[in-house]
Antibody, heavy 118, light 107 residues
Framework: EVQLVESGGGLVQPGSSLKLSCVAS????????MHWIRQAPKKGLEWIAL????????YYADSVKGRFTISRDNSKNTLYLEMNSLRSEDTAMYYC???????????WGQGVMVTVSS | DIQMTQSPSFLSASVGDRVTINCKAS??????LNWYQQKLGEAPKLLIY???SLQTGIPSRFSGSGSGTDFTLTISSLQPEDVATYFC?????????FGAGTKLELK
């Protein structure tokens, strides 16, 4: 059974940093591209970052480019999102999701909440 | 970016009803449209991919149709366990974008 479990969220002050993790199981993690997606309170879903299965390519939404870094450790079956210079508008539930060969986002984690507030 | 307009935002229906939810893309996305179900406190679940392909393990009462700019998710006979929020995703071009969601409840 595919499982994705996020962790690392919490309440932080504007301008601070936070690193999210997503531990994967039930599939060959090193073979699939992975994403981070977020949903701000009472807002729609927003894709924010993609990393290829071998870390050869990374892509970001304009809203986080230059502040967030996606990475992965295939030996630990873990996806990461390092978030710097956090702003109140980064307050959201953050989900990791995997790609399938025929479709993106075929499995998602349950999400982890990040709140940026003073 | 491609805008996905989903309707209705809220839907109330009875057990056994046929339910339809729509997504309209701001430009042609071919058949690159997925549908997801999200129950309260749970991870989103893929129901339909590429407009009309049923994901493994999803009940056959769920179906998808459409191409180009107009897409529909149909639940042929609503069950109590279908209470959830449903949303669409276009994956024709980057950045991938989502519909705003439809909250489905039982009447």
């Amino acid at each position: 059974e595919v499982q994705l479990v996020e962790s690392g969220g919490g309440l932080v002050q504007p301008g601070s940093s936070l690193k999210l993790s997503c531990v994967a199981s039930g599939f060959t993690f090193s073979s699939y591209n992975m994403h981070w997606i977020r949903q701000a309170p009472k807002k729609g879903l927003e894709w924010i970052a993609l990393i290829y299965y071998d870390s050869s390519n990374k892509y970001y939404a304009d809203s986080v480019k230059g502040r967030f870094t996606i990475s992965r450790d295939n030996s630990k079956n873990t996806l990461y999102l390092e978030m710097n210079s956090l702003r109140s508008e980064d307050t959201a539930m953050y989900y990791c999701a995997k790609d399938d060969y025929g479709s993106p986002f075929d499995y998602w984690g349950q999400g982890v909440m990040v709140t940026v507030s003073s | 970016d491609i805008q996905m307009t989903q309707s209705p935002s809220f839907l109330s229906a009875s057990v056994g009803d046929r339910v339809t939810i729509n997504c309209k893309a701001s430009q042609n996305i071919n058949r690159y449209l997925n549908w997801y179900q999200q129950k309260l406190g749970e991870a989103p679940k893929l129901l339909i991919y590429n407009a009309n392909s049923l994901q493994t393990g999803i009940p056959s009462r769920f179906s998808g149709s459409g191409s180009g700019t107009d897409f529909t998710l149909t639940i042929s006979s609503l069950q109590p366990e279908d209470v959830a929020t449903y949303f669409c995703l276009q994956h024709n071009s980057w950045p991938y974008t989502f519909g705003a969601g439809t909250k489905l409840e039982l009447k």
